[in-house]
């Protein structure tokens, strides 16, 4: 479980985060929607450890992310995290890509870290492309990848940070897919999304995300058919027209 | 004015000569390879926010690009030996190669580290990555790549500079050559022989660099 309790984050004078509470149980899968610069993306940033924040706890599995002793590293091997831009490593094959981590981060023997890497890349449909590189490759093709490169080190959670943003609009449907099926898989997600319809339609909960705050929390139903706020209310029908 | 050139004495020297060319290859690759690992550690140095860190390392790299690199031999001969810390000819010209290329590098690595967008970094990171694995594994990798043309000019001109150990008495390919025609004054013959020697070890270089490059580097960047 995740447990955001009282997130303050700020880069300088800027306040992104004002007080961010939101849980996070086994299995669900959060949107979390809102405006650009509301503060989402820094919100998984600051998940995972990536980004410090100046008040509040995060803890993931009872472990407190941003105490002192916490060793991060270890930490984020149960979070994956998949960026806007696809941050495929262009020096490496698509099987090397997915294989390095769980090799070098989880010490596997070349064979098995290859093994789960093959796994992963074939549930995304990469089957046919082990020894390409990845800049030879689609947007959504890249994208596919790096879902599979955070698989294989068999996270817990998966945060996903605005993955279809970058992609050409007909590349989206194959990315949104992949989603979906991890999803119905069962995995635990955060994702952070412009994709109303995606969202409304795998979302356990969807959080509306307004100046640094979470301005309304609920199913699908409550938030996007029924939105009490005027600010959700507004920013809905700017997105869905 | 009639000159006329008397080769023979040049071929009878061969191995001497041969002789100054390896020392003259042997002392610009350690020049080289130690010196890239300094820069890379200068150019981490320079970029840290802790200006601890960075003015060491900027001092370094001002002091070395903006001086001639003949003084910094110098300095290491007959200035550390003026301190009554002496050196061999070999291991001041080593240094002052060392000190010259690693500035240089500094400069080149530092542009190759901040040409590779931050995200590869952050992606790496929340793979579950040390710092140090990421540097292994995803930056140092890229950013070679990137220099790696740069990075050979610099190897070339480290050659050429080398000539230099000539005026602290050094037995390289200069001034291996410098002692042959004073003993025989076949001063144009002998300086003639070793120009198309250090031509051939540049060439050889660059031709061995480029197939290095080929092996080494399969994606694209």
Known sequence: MIKIQGVYKSFDELEVLKGVDLDVKKGEVISVIGGSGSGKSTLLYCINGIEKIQQGNIIVDEIDVHAKGTNRDNLRQRLGMVFQQFNSFPHLTVLENASLAPRIVKKLKKKEAIEIAKEELNNVGLSDKFDEYPTRMSGGQQQRLAIARALAMKPEYMLFDEVTSALDPELVGEVLDTLRMLSDAGMTMICVTHEIAFAREVSDKIAFFHQGIIEELGTPEQVISNPQKETTQKFLSKVLH | ?221
């Open chain 2, 1 to 221: 004015m009639e000159y006329v050139f008397h080769w023979n004495i040049v071929f009878q020297k061969m191995p001497q000569l041969l002789h100054g060319a390896f020392v003259t290859l042997h002392l610009s690759v350690s020049a080289m390879l130690i010196g890239i690992v300094i820069a890379v550690l200068l150019a981490i140095a320079k970029m840290s926010k802790s200006r601890i860190y960075s003015l060491p390392a900027t001092i370094w790299v001002e002091i070395a690009r903006n001086t001639p690199a003949l003084f910094q031999i110098y300095m290491a001969y007959f200035g550390l030996g003026a301190l009554g810390i002496h050196l061999s000819p070999y291991v001041a010209v080593l240094s002052a190669l060392i000190f010259v290329n690693a500035g240089y590098l500094t400069e080149t690595f530092r542009g190759g580290f901040q040409s590779i967008p931050e995200t590869q970094y952050n992606a790496s990171k929340s793979l579950g990555m040390s710092s140090i694995q990421v540097y292994r594994y995803i930056i140092l990798p890229q950013m070679f790549r990137r220099i790696y043309h740069p990075m050979t000019n610099q190897f070339v001109w480290s050659i050429l500079m080398s000539s230099l150990g000539i005026l602290v008495g050094m037995n390289e390919l200069s001034g291996e050559t410098q002692r042959l025609q004073s003993l025989s004054f076949r001063t144009l013959e002998f300086f003639i022989v070793a120009a198309i020697m250090y031509f051939i070890i540049t060439k050889f270089v660059l031709l061995s660099a480029s197939l290095v490059s080929k092996k080494l580097f399969k994606g694209d960047i």
